[in-house]
């Protein structure tokens, strides 16, 4: 019997390269980099860069032009599916960019994207505050005409993610006149400050520090997309990075079954092997049906962002995908946990990682909350049998 995901022949090569890839340049790291607090040396993050690019994994969903793979979305999945496989977040080594960066310049393409994408210089989003968070329409961050044609930023960001290693800030800020907009700013500029930058659950290579725009000056090319054009550009970032967060998830649970289900078949407990009891090996039937489930799920929204399907409905599915993924990847690590014992409370131990890591996919890019609130708005709007089937 073959699988209900059916991969083109280029897409099974994908899949293998990236698992390769994953197995052979970040798993091997994943221990040094929990006992470092995640971070690596730089010689063996240049390495991993080095090899993400040969194995072509670095832009998947930009444009070739661009120095990207050109991916489609089921694309983008396959390669997730594998990248995700891994702890300690090492994946984000493989140089990628935001997909708002594609509304940007010429100029901005060259100057901030084609080198993101070369894995020589990251760009953050700035989007979080203290009082906007799951609801952006409470953000305060302002940006006003300084009389020269350019604009002068004042707010303050939490939570941006690689900010403390980025060459520059996508920030959003209110716009007057115009509503919330887009701007690139340079990492240094005058103004720009990090007042904080707190430690985290996980341990991740990069940080997610807060950022403060103080007066911050900056010109009328460092506007993105458009003057307004936040709101319309970030609806699609969100449909990507829910199903991204997903299809890391679908890859989490596979490892955790994978390593769980080798120790159980090969650990000896009151004379029988340990899966052979059903306090262990139920649950992990459990989880083999939560991962085949979201697999499904998230390769589904996939193929209707392909196929050109309403964006809203995209949108939707992308909601219920990042929702069921998230939390079943959750109850996964913690059955894998257990199927370990004590070994499994072990920061050395991969199902320990993964129950650290996996709590923050029910809350970035938008809580469990937030993804229902879409769902039950959508099952009114676009009505029940075009949300679930």
């Keep these: ?78 390669a997730h599916e594998q990248l995700g496989r891994n702890t300690n977040g090492l994946w984000w080594w493989v140089p990628d960019a935001y997909n708002v960066m594609t509304a940007g310049t010429p100029e901005q393409i060259d100057r901030y994207l084609r080198p993101a994408l070369r894995g020589e210089g990251w760009v953050s989003y700035a989007v979080t505050e203290e009082h906007a968070g799951s609801d952006p329409s409470g953000i305060r961050a302002t940006a006003r005409p300084d009389g020269a044609g350019g604009w002068v930023l004042d707010g303050e960001k939490w939570f941006v993610t690689s900010g403390d290693v980025a060459a520059a800030h996508i920030v959003v ?16 500029t005058e103004g720009l400050s990090f007042i904080d930058e707190p430690p985290f659950t996980h341990t991740f290579p990069h940080g997610h520090p807060t950022l403060r725009l103080a007066g911050v000056r900056v010109g009328p090319d460092a506007v993105l997309g458009g003057l307004g054009a936040a709101d319309t550009l970030q609806q699609g970032w969100f449909t990507e990075e829910r199903l991204g967060i997903a299809a890391h998830c679908v890859a989490a649970m596979g490892r955790l079954l994978e390593e769980a289900v080798r120790w159980a078949a090969g650990r000896e407990q009151g004379g029988a092997l340990l899966i052979d009891h059903q306090g262990v090996s139920f649950p992990l039937a459990d989880s083999a049906a939560d991962a085949a489930a ?96």
């Excluded at 040094?32 to 991993?48: Q, S, Y």
């Excluded at 860069?49 to 444009?63: D, E, M, Q, T």
């Excluded at 004590?342 to 709590?359: D, I, P, Q, S």
């Excluded at 469990?368 to 676009?382: A, F, G, K």
Aim: aromatic share 6%; proline share 3%; glycine share 8%.
């Design 1 to 78: 019997m073959t699988s209900l995901v059916r991969l083109t022949p280029q897409q099974a090569e994908l899949q293998e390269r990236a698992r390769r890839f994953v197995d052979e340049e970040l798993v091997p790291h994943e221990e040094a980099a929990e006992r470092a607090g995640g971070r690596l040396p730089d010689e063996t993050v240049d390495g991993i860069i080095k090899a993400a690019v040969a194995a072509r994994l670095h832009g998947g969903r930009h444009a070739p032009e661009h120095g990207g793979q050109g991916w489609s979305t089921t694309d983008y999945v396959v």
């Design 294 to 389: 979201a697999r499904l799920l998230v390769y589904e929204v996939a193929q209707l962002a392909d196929s050109g399907a309403d964006r809203k409905i995209v949108h939707a599915k992308a909601s219920l995908a990042k929702l069921f993924a998230s939390e079943a990847a959750y109850r996964c690590a913690d059955r894998a946990v257990q199927t370990f014992g004590g070994r499994g409370y072990m920061r050395t131990n991969v199902a320990e990682r993964f129950l650290r890591e996996l709590r923050v996919d029910r809350i970035w890019e938008g809580t469990s909350e937030i993804q229902r609130l879409i769902i039950s708005r959508s099952l009114v709007r676009r009505g029940v049998r075009a949300v679930i089937t």
């Design 173 to 188: 800020a209110i716009c007057e006149g115009h509503g919330p907009t887009l701007f690139i700013v340079d990492a240094g």
